[in-house]
């Protein structure tokens, strides 16, 4: 069963990696936010599943959310798949 929620926040985060890369360059609210989001309410409601996805999209951009970054363009020259930006 773990690795069910392991494999839903690798998900995730992929998902979030993917559009970093295709959707980074419209001005649009961060990913960190809908992950976060997703993390609440999947606390509210009790379902792991949310929890493990929002968690991993959130990851995907936990650099913007340090530097709290809500919306725009990101600023990225060298884009790769796997790492935190």
Known sequence: MLINYILTAIIGYMIGRIGHIYGGNHNSPHHWI????????????????????????????????????????????????WGID
């Open 34 to 81: 809908y992950g976060l989001i997703l993390f609440l309410v999947g606390s509210f409601l009790w379902n792991i599943y949310l929890i493990f996805f929002g968690a991993g999209l959130f990851i995907s951009d936990l650099r913007d959310f340090v530097n709290l970054r809500f919306w725009g363009v990101d600023d990225v020259q060298i884009k790769k798949f």
